[in-house]
Structure formats: structure tokens, C-alpha cells
């Protein structure tokens, strides 16, 4: 599988778009937030550059790709009418793989870049917005062009599916029935991606340029642990019952396996130091619930509601994928099945996702 060619969130703007079934990240975003702007602020205080290029990698589009972005710029600008700086002039850069909605993205600049300047009134800005697709796991921008680099809910998504997972029969990613092989495989992946990402952006970036990584990972050294391979378990048992009525090739599940890595704290410092090219200023690890409106209603039928809701926003992310190996229709009957083993298991047992946040300094 070509995961540079069929991996993106759903476009658009209907029921089954991420932009309608990323509430998820949003709170992660609004979580975070605090160790992205004390970062760029602190870079502010520290460089008061005339012209600040900020990379959002991994952006997607909906309404979290200028979320983000506008969070971080208005952090800048309260500090600087703090201290009575001119404001610099803001280069945004939005990065995703080409499959990517950029035409939604760029469709809403303007209204975005309106909605700034009545926030930030007179003297904010200019901003200015780029698309770049491509992948992470190489160059995207000149040398020594970039201030700040965010990324939020991306890395954890490898460049490929691992080789080396032929006995990975029955799960479709790291599993508890995993042979060893299997994970050492999806280590070793993750290992070579996130270290090529980290020389990438250290010549990408300035020296005492910042980047802040919020990656879905996990706080267990165990990589099947149910924190992380729980939500990827059930979606395979939904796949594995359609196996058993032979609505899908047992062949077809079998060669299915899905292109992602959920490291430990650990692991993120492990490959930063080992790269060499950043400080490390803060690791911090958050947990969000995997229903995004679960205000701690635990009742049958919230958790109903929220069996559908994860396997919409589960959808959202994870068809383009399965529709490339599997074909579109499967799809509606793979995520309604999903939705009810999923809603049966929130009311048993509390299912959370763990977030690995770090914030870097670029050495000089």
C-alpha cells in the first residue's frame, strides 16, 4: 500500500468528513495549547523576529487547521502589544499529503484572515498562507526558513505499512496475539520515520527555532497495550465477523495491517537525543476520551451515542484506507457493526486516548 497515496482524513464538509468528526482533536489542540504558546512566545521574547514562519504539519482541513494556527498567532500578539513591538509579519504554512482537502482550506483564508484583524485590530500582521503538500518524512521548505513547527494528532501515522507482518493473522495492527516479530517491526518503522522527521525540520528550522509534536501514543512501555491498540482491536473484530460470513476475503483481512505507531514518552525522548539535533524543554502526556462529547454521562444510551460517534469519527479518518484495500461497499456495514461493539464496550470499561506531547529547541 502507498500510504503517501491513499492516506487522508474524508474531505468535504458532509456527515462523513473529518471536518464534521474531529472534535477529538480539537480538544487535544485546546489540551495542548498551553506548551504550544508558552513555545512560541518564549521564541518571540527571545529572537523578536520581524517576520515569523509558523509550519502546521499534518494540518488536514475542517475547522482545527486554522484553529490551531490562529491560537498560536494571537499568543505572539498579545505579547507583543505587551511590550509595544510592531507586529511581525506571520508566514503560515499548511502541510499534508497531497490526498489532503486544500481546496476547503483555502477556501476559508479569507474569511479566517478577516475574522483576525477585527480580533487583533489595528497594527496585527500581515499573514500569509501557503499549502505545501507532501510528506513530513522528508524536505518540505528551504533550509533555515522556518521559526515554529507544530504538529498535532499526525505522527503517530508512519510513512508505510511495516514489512515483515505476515504472521499478523487476525489483527489488522498491534494486537495482544501479535507475535513479537510484528512489533519490533512496527517499532523499527517508527524508528526510522520519526528520526528522518527530526533531521528534516533541523534543517528546516533556524537555530532556536521551536517545535511542539502532539503524537496519540500511550504511557505503557508495552507497544499491545489496550490503551493504544483497543480502538484498532475492535474495528478488527468487525472485520473479522464479516471474514466469518464471508462477506470479506479472508485473504483480503489477513493482508490488511494499518500504517501507525502510538510511542511511549520514552520512546519520543529516546529517538530526540539519539537524532541530536533538539533540546527537549518539556515532555508531557494528557488523556482525552475517545467520545469527544462525553460530558461523564453514563447512561445505555450515551454510550450508544457514543459508539456512533467514535465510529464516525473513526470513519473519518481510517476510510480512504480501508475503501483502497477493501473496496467502498463494505464500508457503510464495517462501521455500523463497528459502532455497536464499540458502544458495548464503553459501557463496560472507561476508553481513553493517550496523547505524548514535546516541545523542542532547535541547538544552535
Avoid at 502532539?214 to 489496550?226: H, Y
Wanted: net charge negative; proline share 4%; charged share 25%.
Amino acid at each position: 500500500m502507498e500510504v503517501c497515496q491513499v492516506l487522508h482524513m474524508n474531505g468535504g464538509r458532509g456527515e462523513k468528513s473529518y471536518a464534521q468528526n474531529s472534535l477529538v482533536q480539537r480538544k487535544v489542540i485546546s489540551m495542548t495549547k498551553p506548551i504550544a504558546e508558552e513555545a512560541i512566545t518564549n521564541l518571540y521574547r527571545n529572537t523578536f523576529p520581524a517576520s515569523l514562519a509558523i509550519a502546521d504539519l499534518g494540518c488536514s482541513s475542517g475547522p482545527n487547521t486554522l484553529f490551531a494556527v490562529s491560537e498560536l498567532v494571537k499568543a505572539v500578539d498579545e505579547v507583543r502589544r505587551k511590550l509595544g513591538h510592531q507586529s511581525p509579519e506571520y508566514q503560515v504554512l499548511l502541510n499534508d499529503l497531497p490526498g489532503n482537502d486544500f481546496n476547503a482550506i483555502f477556501k476559508s483564508i479569507v474569511g479566517f484572515q478577516e475574522d483576525m484583524r477585527k480580533q487583533m485590530g489595528d497594527g496585527f500582521g500581515p499573514c500569509f498562507f501557503a499549502g505545501v503538500p507532501g510528506s513530513f518524512y522528508g524536505r518540505l521548505f528551504q533550509r533555515k526558513s522556518l521559526n515554529f513547527v507544530y504538529s498535532s494528532y499526525s505522527l503517530m501515522w508512519l510513512s508505510q505499512v511495516p514489512e515483515g507482518l505476515e504472521d499478523n493473522k487476525g489483527n489488522i495492527y498491534m494486537a495482544g496475539t501479535s507475535p513479537p516479530s510484528v512489533l519490533k517491526a512496527y517499532y523499527r518503522q517508527f524508528q526510522t520515520d520519526f528520526s528522518l522527521f527530526l533531521k528534516c525540520r533541523s534543517e528546516e528550522l533556524v537555530a532556536g527555532g521551536r517545535m511542539v509534536l502532539t503524537i496519540l501514543g500511550r504511557k505503557s512501555e508495552d507497544p499491545a497495550s489496550k490503551e493504544c491498540c483497543y480502538i484498532w482491536e475492535l474495528l478488527a473484530v468487525a472485520l473479522n465477523e464479516m471474514v466469518l460470513e464471508g462477506i470479506i476475503e479472508e485473504e483480503k483481512f489477513d493482508s490488511f495491517n494499518i500504517p501507525q505507531y502510538t510511542p511511549s514518552p520514552l520512546e519520543v525522548e529516546s529517538e530526540v537525543e539519539k537524532e541530536g539535533s533538539f533540546t527537549i524543554d518539556l515532555l508531557d502526556v494528557s488523556q482525552v476520551n475517545w467520545d469527544a462529547y462525553d460530558e461523564e454521562v453514563h447512561q445505555s444510551e450515551a454510550f450508544k451515542d457514543g459508539g456512533y460517534n467514535v465510529a464516525k469519527y473513526m470513519r473519518a479518518v481510517a476510510e480512504p484506507l480501508l475503501v483502497s484495500h477493501f473496496g467502498e461497499a463494505i464500508i457503510d456495514e464495517v462501521f455500523s457493526r463497528y459502532g455497536e461493539i464499540v458502544a458495548n464496550r464503553m459501557s463496560e470499561e472507561k476508553t481513553e486516548f493517550v496523547n505524548v506531547t514535546v516541545s523542542m529547541t532547535r541547538k544552535g
